[in-house]
């Protein structure tokens, strides 16, 4: 079975400055889908960016990118610039690419990003 | 922007009652989910829901729970006796199903909290 990890609870950033949020997964699938999700108190849960397996070229959305290293199951966030709009709980989830699979999400432990002023 | 929409925001019942959680997926979508997140855990995959049958479902998702498609366009999910340890964010998210053009993304509704006293 896959599985997800965030070993970072918490982290912190000032505002204005780069931070990394780690998360490595498990599988012994070829084909798969990674995401970051946003969720902020509000709790809505919000895509923040999404990364095919097959593709080696890093996914990027505005501030926000990848660094995913396959060989290494890695799948790290950097958001840039950090604005105070950006503290919320962030979850790494992995999907399936197989054909038979339904596609739902499986998702780590998350991790709670504040943003100092 | 099409979303999912998910009623009511906040339910809070008896412990043995029944509980019925709504939801609207985006109108094109073809794959339904329901998602649990416990305070302060992560999210917890339920059931999928494909061309009118469940196509996938958790462990948590016992006897208890069903899901129902009743009108073509509402998705609901209907806890017959809730317990203590149902009190939790509830979240439905829905996928368009077509891998053309990308990996298709499962979007989510603002969640219900579920509340049993």
């Known amino acids: 079975a896959q599985t997800v990890t965030q070993s970072q609870p918490e982290m912190s950033v000032q505002e204005a400055e780069t931070v990394t949020l780690s998360c490595t997964y498990d599988t012994s699938e070829s084909d798969y889908y990674l995401f970051w999700y946003k969720q902020p108190p509000s709790r809505q849960m919000i895509l923040v960016i999404r990364?095919?397996?097959?593709?080696?070229q890093n996914a990027t959305e505005n501030r926000f990118s990848v660094n995913f290293q396959k060989a290494a199951k890695s799948f790290s966030l950097k958001i840039s610039d950090s604005q105070l709009g950006d503290a919320a709980m962030y979850f790494c989830a992995y999907r399936s690419g197989y054909g038979g699979s339904q596609g739902n999400l499986i998702f780590g432990k998350g991790t709670k990003l504040s943003v100092k002023p | 922007e099409p979303e999912v929409t998910q009623t009511p925001s906040h339910q809070v019942t008896q412990m043995g009652q029944e509980v019925i959680l709504r939801c609207v997926p985006i109108?094109?979508?073809?794959?339904f989910y329901w998602y649990r997140q416990i305070l302060g855990q992560k999210v917890e995959f339920l059931v999928s829901?494909?061309?009118?049958?469940?196509?996938?479902k958790s462990e948590i998702f016992d006897d208890q729970f069903s899901v129902e498609r009743p009108d073509g366009s509402n998705f609901t999910l209907k806890i017959r006796s809730t317990k203590l340890e149902d009190s939790a964010m509830y979240f439905c998210?829905?996928?368009?199903?077509?891998?053309?053009?990308?990996?298709?993304?499962?979007?989510f509704g603002p969640g219900t909290r579920l509340t049993v006293l």
């Open positions: 990364q095919e397996a097959y593709k080696q």
């Open positions: 829901f494909y061309n009118n049958e469940i196509s996938e």
């Open positions: 998210a829905s996928r368009w199903g077509r891998t053309s053009g990308g990996p298709d993304t499962q979007y």
């Open positions: 109108s094109n979508h073809l794959y």
